[in-house]
């Protein structure tokens, strides 16, 4: 069902069983996959929305990035399955850096949230009321970011990780790590999100020891992921977190001193 009041550029592809909602205006290059629904006063341009999406009144979907590098080039913002984008929520499309901007599925940004150009963010995310991801930020699966949170360009931040309300990031944060303040330092393992997931006990266990060995054994970093490799290069929990290690530019997120 689309609104009479509703602005629909003729080119945009309509699944089945869509809603769009009164005074909403999809512009040029949008597609809108089966069952999503689409709130009243959206603003959605040079998107792909996926199935069973719900957006928000006043959302705005792959608008222009807020980026002076941008010079009108063609560019995207795809927004996966079952994804939830609440009141005020922005998304802005991709620059010539990548020419996109991704959302996995089933993630959830509430109000006020803001994704901007170039990030990719993966499954089953939730960024909680006014969170600001900044240009090119990487965000794995199942990552929750508290309340105004603020996220520097380029920052990584690694699968099941946890973000306390307020914090600003500006390093990278391994994986299965929770972390928080102004700047964000890590306060431990994130053990619900690990339980959540299903993490097996003996996994957590050998994350909380790759934890000790980089963080409490006085060791610098190259050498801490040596003995991390010999001891437990075994598991791909931790190998996953080497490779994330060996690809931080920024360098990783660390306890408070």
Do not use: W
């Amino acid at each position: 069902m689309i609104h009479n009041t509703a602005i629909v550029d003729k080119s945009t592809i309509i699944g089945q069983d869509v809603q769009i909602g009164p005074y909403a205006v999809i512009g040029e290059g949008v597609s809108i996959g089966d069952g999503t629904i689409i709130g009243a006063h959206t603003t959605i341009e040079s998107a792909q929305i996926g199935k069973n999406c719900k957006i928000f009144p006043h959302a705005s979907v792959g608008l222009v990035p807020q980026d002076l590098k941008y010079a009108g080039e063609k560019t995207v913002a795809i927004i996966g399955d079952g994804t939830v984008i609440r009141e005020f929520v922005t998304i802005n499309r991709g620059t010539h850096a990548s020419g996109k901007t991704i959302v996995g599925n089933n993630c959830l940004f509430m109000a006020c949230s803001h994704v901007a150009h170039d990030c990719i963010i993966g499954n089953n995310v939730i960024a909680a009321n006014c969170a600001a991801i900044a240009g090119h930020v990487e965000v794995g699966n199942n990552v929750v970011i508290g309340g105004f949170v603020g996220m520097h360009q380029f920052t990584k931040i690694g699968k099941n990780v946890m973000i306390g309300a307020g914090s600003m990031v500006s390093m990278d944060i391994i994986p299965y790590m929770q972390a928080q303040g102004d700047r964000a330092s890590l306060f431990g393992l994130n053990l619900i999100g690990l339980k959540r997931n299903r993490v097996p006990i003996k996994e957590i266990e050998n994350i909380k020891h790759v934890y000790k060995i980089l963080f409490m054994s006085n060791l610098i970093l190259n050498d801490a992921v040596e003995k991390i490799k010999e001891e437990l290069g075994f598991s791909p929990y931790i190998q996953e977190m080497l490779d994330f290690i060996s690809k931080s530019q920024r360098g990783i997120c660390r306890p408070k001193k």
